[in-house]
């Protein structure tokens, strides 16, 4: 069946540490893969989005994606977290041919002053 | 461009009530979605619409759920009777067309059914 699973519902970060929010899929073909995050009482907006070509996505405010077909992953990455990052991050998976978008549950970054 | 706008931003109904949330997407978009969103359950899909017609109404919503897009710019989510477990954030988005595109999201409706 087809899934997206982010293993970690909550992840910690001293600001301006590295950061890495991990994504695996599973799906038949080659995906279109993106992140959204969603600031506190806010929608979700696009962060950065994957189409077939080079596996490393650069988004907005510094972060980036890189996609890996052979782990079936996604994930993201930023060098150096800022305390405006305190938000939640979804990546989704979908496909040209299928209007779905399979979500994953969603990781709470929390930033440490 | 103006971005996808959901009214009320709070709403908070009595069980039992009917309510309607509204929202107007981004001008020119083909696709429209309704999420809920909970802690325990996530984006879970309410309804898609393309060129307003009825793509998924959702499955597990159908009975007290029901969203309409009465023109292109412009659809409701009514939820009749509401019961307490209703109480979640509904957010509406759409997107140009097609599995590539970006969704564009409003800012939710906070729902509390007392």
């Known amino acids: 069946a087809q899934s997206v699973t982010q293993p970690d519902a909550r992840v910690t970060v001293s600001e301006g540490a590295s950061l890495q929010l991990r994504c695996k899929y599973s799906y038949f073909g080659t995906p279109y893969l993106f992140w959204y995050v969603q600031y506190p009482r806010q929608g979700l907006q696009l962060l950065l989005k994957?189409?077939?070509?080079d596996p490393v996505v650069q988004g907005v405010n510094g972060f980036e994606a890189e996609f890996s077909k052979s782990n079936s992953s996604f994930h993201l990455r930023k060098a150096s977290v800022h305390w405006s990052d305190w938000a939640v991050y979804f990546c989704?998976?979908?496909?040209?041919?299928?209007?779905?978008?399979?979500w994953g549950s969603g990781t709470k970054l929390i930033i440490k002053p | 461009d103006a971005g996808v706008t959901q009214t009320p931003r709070h709403e908070v109904a009595e069980k039992g009530q009917t309510i309607i949330l509204k929202c107007e997407p981004v001008?020119?978009?083909?696709?429209l979605f309704w999420y809920r969103q909970t802690k325990i359950q996530g984006l879970e899909l309410l309804s898609y619409?393309?060129?307003?017609?009825?793509?998924?109404d959702g499955g597990a919503f159908k009975d007290r759920f029901k969203a309409e897009m009465l023109n292109s710019s412009f659809s409701t989510l009514k939820i009749q009777p509401t019961e307490p477990k209703d109480s979640a954030v509904y957010l509406c988005?759409?997107?140009?067309?097609?599995?590539?595109?970006?969704?564009?999201f409003g800012s939710g409706t906070r729902l509390t059914v007392l």
């Open positions: 989704a998976v979908s496909m040209d041919s299928n209007y779905q978008l399979i």
């Open positions: 619409f393309r060129s307003k017609s009825l793509m998924e």
């Open positions: 988005a759409s997107r140009d067309w097609g599995g590539a595109e970006t969704l564009y």
């Open positions: 994957y189409y077939p070509g």
């Open positions: 001008s020119g978009h083909n696709d």
